[in-house]
Each structure stands twice: as structure tokens, then as C-alpha cells.
């Protein structure tokens, strides 16, 4: 049973007309470029080109260098590598400094790939310099009370870079002083989880077209979103107040779902991965403002002068509807329930979206729209982090498994998406359900599973055998009974 898809045309047509405008000087070579790289036909091609093994333990980060020649990957092993992905040889590996998993390592930015920052399960934040012969020297420039999930580089800085951890705190980090400064302890916006002791903080993301601003994600519905011109460095000011949240409509006050990733577009749009939930895309008007109590009146106050003109972000009553204007583009299909995972942008414009799922798959939607063109196997277990080429249409992904898989567009037919998607559909609603009946609304059904369940009815449709076996068909009163 083949699942077909309806296409709008032919992306070999497409490409003949790109070459043709090309030819005659009605389209640029960049503009050529960018159509090419960010092709469907490309990603419909994407296969594993190799896998790095060396790991000996869970792979919980994979970056590429500047110039995207170079993979560093760190490990429950508690090492760091340094891979020619080409060609699968090693470069350069090390013990990290860590006394325990490392989650996230990445090559600064205009050292000559020496400069390698990494923060892990131990709380520490540790620079990690390459000198001559392939020695290493270690340094530990800060801590977090608990384990530091993520960190960001300012981009295209070779000094400066974010960390934040399960202890709320986000860190700045300058490599000149090599002093880290807390910026600000991560709090709730109201009473409902102040019971824990701490506000957890999972993902850290900096916009590149405006690198002053920031955005953090953790143990509630919300991202965040900094302006680093606001903090006064002489400490005199409370720089905990974000300029903005974002969060999808239907779960502003669920207390049952987090963010487990944030990444930003070369756009400026923010997107968003929920545990037990889906995938969100936020625009810049899509913002709830400074304070998002549903309850309490949303101004901007004097701030908005401060954050410049390149991010004025609606922050009226009217956001706070849930007019058509302001509902966030949805991604679904994927499991995000047992680790923590990252999203990313793919695609020389980002034109895709990509995560990685619990059933050990990539998935691959268009950011425009969200149709879901891609589902890749991949690990034997999770995939937790997808990794983007700088460049090209390369992907590095890791999870559970103990290698690194490189996935580039060499097959020579194109993929299609298999045909027991429903079935893995069905199990991520079968656990929001059983989420749903957990909590204290567990006599009504959700907007999140009569999503899910649309879905599954459109993959359905679109299948050859969607109603031909003559078979009973469960109603969607059926599926929530």
C-alpha cells in the first residue's frame, strides 16, 4: 500500500523554469541557489550517508562549525569529538572536564575551531581551548545548581554565549574576563507552580537578526523573551520581567505541558516544542506582551521605545484573542514524552522544520502550512537532536543510541511517507489521553487530541485503502468515550 500525497506540481517543472529564468537574467545566482538548496525534491532524497561511532554512551549534542566542515558531538561518555563528517575520521577527542553527561557543546565562532564551550548534567558551564600537538586545556567558568541543559552563542561572536539550567538561572558569559554574569532566576508568572523549588529551564535560542534578544523555555507553557539592552551590568535594575511571551492559545494555564525546545528563524519567527504536545511556529505579532495573564490588561508601557523599531511586537487586548491572526502554525505527528528534545529550522531560508521523535524517527514538515513531507528511521530508540548544515542540505541527527547519523538528499527515488504513520499517530493520542484524564478536565476532550485525531482522519483520506475494507469506523465520540 503506497500513501499518496497531492502535489501542486512537479518540482523537476519548477526547476526548469529556475534554470531557464536563471539563463535569462531574470533570476539571480543567489536567488537560484536558495531555490535549488531549499528543493523538496532534495529533501524527498535525504538518506544516511554514514554514521560516526566512537561514543560510548547517549550522543546528547551534535553542531556544526562555522564553515561546516567539522561535527563536535558530546556524550553520556562524558567526551567531546571533533568529526570530519565526510569522510567519518577523527580529528580531535577529549575528555570534556565533566563529571557527568554532556549536553551541549558547540565551536565558538572566529577561533579557528579551537574555542569549544560545553555545560552538562553537573551544572558546570567549561571552555575547552585546543592548543598545539592536539593538547586540550580546561577551564570552568561557571556552575549551575542542578544540570545545564543548553547553551547559545551570540552569533558570529567569538566571546560571548548564554547557558541556562533546571536551576532557573541564565548565565552571560564573556571569554575576554572569562566571567560569567546571572542575569536573572527564572520565576512563574503566577501562584499555580510556585510550590516547586525551582523553575526548570530547558532551552536557550538568540535571534540572529537581532542578537540583543533572547529567548528561554522550561517547566511551563510559556517562551520568553529577553532584550539584553534592558539589563543594566551594575546589577541596579530587575531584569527578570520578559518583553514578551509567547504560548498557543488553548494551552495558556495547562499545567500539565512544558517546553523541551526553542529555536529561531533567519526570520525572527520563534519556534517551539512542547512535551506532550506539539510543535509551535510564533510570528512577531504573535507575542502576549509583558505581563500574559489572561485576567490582567496587556501593556507595553514605556519598554516599547527601548526595544527598538525591528521588534515591535502587538502587545493590545486583540492578542489576546484567539482570532485566526495570532493561532501560532502547528506541527504534529512526532512524540516528545520521554527526554528532553530540540527542534531546529532546515532549509537555506528554513523553509522545513525538523525534530526528532520518541519512536526513534525524523520528522520533516513545511514550514508554511505544516504539512508533514518527511518521516525518516533513524535510532533504535529516541532521536533527541537534529542538527542543520550551515550551508547545505545536510542533516546530523543523535539520540539514544550511541552514534551520529549524517543524512544527505544521495537516494535516487523520492521517499514517501510510510503507511504506519496512523499508527504511531494513534499511540502519541492514546498518551495525550491518557494525560487528559489525569488532570482535573478529564470529563472533557482536548483541543490537542481532536487535533491529533484530524490528523489521523486526513493521513487516512489520503491512503489508498482509506474506507474500502468495508470495516466498522470509529467516530471521534467513539475515540473520547
Known amino acids: 500500500m503506497t500513501?499518496?500525497?497531492?502535489?501542486?506540481?512537479?518540482?523537476?517543472?519548477?526547476?526548469?523554469?529556475?534554470?531557464?529564468?536563471?539563463?535569462?537574467?531574470?533570476?539571480?545566482?543567489?536567488?537560484?541557489?536558495?531555490?535549488l538548496g531549499g528543493s523538496e525534491d532534495l529533501v524527498l532524497r535525504l538518506d544516511l550517508?554514514?554514521?560516526?561511532?566512537?561514543?560510548?554512551?547517549?550522543?546528547?549534542?551534535?553542531?556544526?562549525?562555522?564553515?561546516?566542515?567539522?561535527?563536535?558531538?558530546?556524550?553520556?561518555?562524558?567526551?567531546?569529538?571533533?568529526?570530519?563528517?565526510?569522510?567519518?575520521?577523527?580529528?580531535?577527542?577529549?575528555?570534556?572536564?565533566?563529571?557527568?553527561?554532556?549536553?551541549?557543546?558547540?565551536?565558538?565562532?572566529?577561533?579557528?575551531?579551537?574555542?569549544?564551550?560545553?555545560?552538562?548534567?553537573?551544572?558546570?558551564?567549561?571552555?575547552?581551548?585546543?592548543l598545539e600537538r592536539g593538547e586540550v586545556a580546561i577551564t570552568t567558568l561557571g556552575k549551575h545548581q542542578g544540570r545545564a541543559h543548553k547553551l547559545a552563542i551570540e552569533p558570529g561572536s567569538?566571546?560571548?554565549?548564554?547557558?541556562?539550567?533546571?536551576?532557573?538561572?541564565?548565565?552571560?558569559?564573556?571569554?575576554?574576563?572569562?566571567?560569567?554574569?546571572?542575569?536573572?532566576?527564572?520565576?512563574?508568572?503566577?501562584?499555580?507552580?510556585?510550590?516547586?523549588?525551582?523553575?526548570?529551564?530547558?532551552?536557550?535560542?538568540?535571534?540572529?537578526?537581532?542578537?540583543?534578544?533572547?529567548?528561554?523555555?522550561?517547566?511551563?507553557?510559556y517562551a520568553r523573551l529577553y532584550d539584553i539592552r534592558k539589563y543594566k551590568w551594575d546589577g541596579s535594575t530587575d531584569f527578570s520581567q520578559p518583553t514578551d511571551y509567547f504560548c498557543p492559545p488553548h494551552l495558556r494555564g495547562n499545567e500539565h505541558v512544558g517546553i523541551t525546545g526553542l529555536a529561531f528563524s533567519e526570520q525572527s519567527e520563534l519556534?517551539?516544542?512542547y512535551n506532550d504536545e506539539f510543535i509551535y511556529l510564533f510570528t512577531r505579532d504573535m507575542g502576549l506582551g509583558p505581563n500574559p495573564?489572561?485576567?490582567?490588561?496587556?501593556?507595553?508601557?514605556?519598554?516599547?521605545?527601548e526595544i527598538g523599531a525591528d521588534h515591535q511586537l502587538a502587545a493590545s487586548p486583540l492578542a489576546m484573542d484567539t482570532d485566526e491572526k495570532v493561532i501560532p502554525q502547528v506541527y504534529k505527528g512526532h512524540r516528545n514524552c520521554e527526554t528532553?528534545?530540540?527542534?531546529?529550522?532546515?532549509?537555506?531560508?528554513?523553509?522545513?522544520?525538523?525534530?526528532?521523535?520518541?519512536?526513534?524517527?525524523?520528522?520533516?514538515?513545511?514550514?508554511?502550512?505544516g504539512e508533514l513531507i518527511r518521516v525518516m528511521e533513524a535510532d533504535n530508540a529516541i532521536v533527541n537532536c537534529i542538527e542543520c548544515h550551515p550551508h547545505t542540505m545536510v542533516l546530523a541527527s543523535s539520540g539514544i543510541d550511541?552514534?551520529?547519523?549524517?543524512?544527505?538528499?544521495?537516494?535516487?527515488?523520492?521517499?514517501?511517507?510510510?503507511?504506519?504513520?496512523?499508527?504511531?499517530l494513534l499511540l502519541q493520542l492514546f498518551s495525550l489521553q491518557r494525560r487528559r484524564t489525569n488532570s482535573e478536565h478529564s470529563g472533557e476532550s482536548s483541543a490537542p487530541d481532536r487535533e491529533l485525531l484530524e490528523l489521523i482522519l486526513r493521513f487516512n483520506d489520503n491512503s489508498d485503502a482509506s474506507s474500502d475494507d468495508g470495516g466498522d469506523t470509529a467516530s471521534q465520540d467513539d475515540l473520547f468515550s
Not at 560571548?160 to 574576563?177: K, M, N, P, S
Not at 526548570?200 to 537581532?210: F, K, S, V, Y
Not at 495573564?293 to 521605545?305: F, Q, Y
Not at 550511541?402 to 504511531?424: G, Y
Request: hydrophobic share 35%; aromatic share 8%; glycine share 6%.
Open 3 to 35: 500513501n499518496k500525497r497531492p502535489r501542486s506540481g512537479s518540482s523537476i517543472d519548477k526547476a526548469v523554469v529556475d534554470v531557464w529564468q536563471r539563463e535569462l537574467g531574470q533570476l539571480s545566482s543567489r536567488s537560484f541557489a536558495h531555490r
Open 49 to 130: 550517508y554514514r554514521k560516526l561511532e566512537k561514543h560510548k554512551g547517549c550522543v546528547n549534542t551534535v553542531s556544526f562549525n562555522a564553515d561546516g566542515d567539522i561535527l563536535v558531538s558530546g556524550s553520556d561518555d562524558r567526551r567531546v569529538i571533533l568529526w570530519d563528517w565526510e569522510t567519518g575520521r577523527i580529528k580531535l577527542s577529549f575528555h570534556s572536564g565533566h563529571d557527568n553527561n554532556v549536553f551541549q557543546a558547540k565551536i565558538m565562532p572566529c577561533t579557528d575551531d579551537r574555542t569549544i564551550v560545553t555545560c552538562a548534567a553537573d551544572g558546570q558551564v567549561i571552555l575547552a581551548q585546543i
Open 158 to 221: 567569538p566571546h560571548i554565549f548564554y547557558t541556562c539550567g533546571e536551576d532557573g538561572l541564565v548565565q552571560h558569559f564573556d571569554l575576554r574576563t572569562r566571567t560569567a554574569t546571572e542575569l536573572f532566576t527564572c520565576e512563574p508568572v503566577d501562584d499555580r507552580r510556585r510550590y516547586r523549588s525551582v523553575f526548570q529551564l530547558n532551552a536557550i535560542t538568540i535571534d540572529p537578526r537581532n542578537p540583543n534578544l533572547f529567548a528561554v523555555a522550561g517547566s511551563d507553557e
Open 271 to 273: 519556534l517551539v516544542s
Open 293 to 305: 495573564l489572561p485576567a490582567s490588561p496587556v501593556s507595553m508601557g514605556s519598554d516599547a521605545s
Open 340 to 369: 528532553v528534545k530540540g527542534v531546529n529550522f532546515f532549509g537555506p531560508k528554513c523553509e522545513y522544520v525538523v525534530s526528532g521523535s520518541d519512536c526513534g524517527r525524523i520528522f520533516i514538515w513545511k514550514k508554511k502550512g
Open 402 to 424: 550511541h552514534d551520529i547519523k549524517m543524512w544527505t538528499p544521495k537516494a535516487l527515488d523520492r521517499a514517501v511517507l510510510p503507511t504506519n504513520i496512523e499508527q504511531d
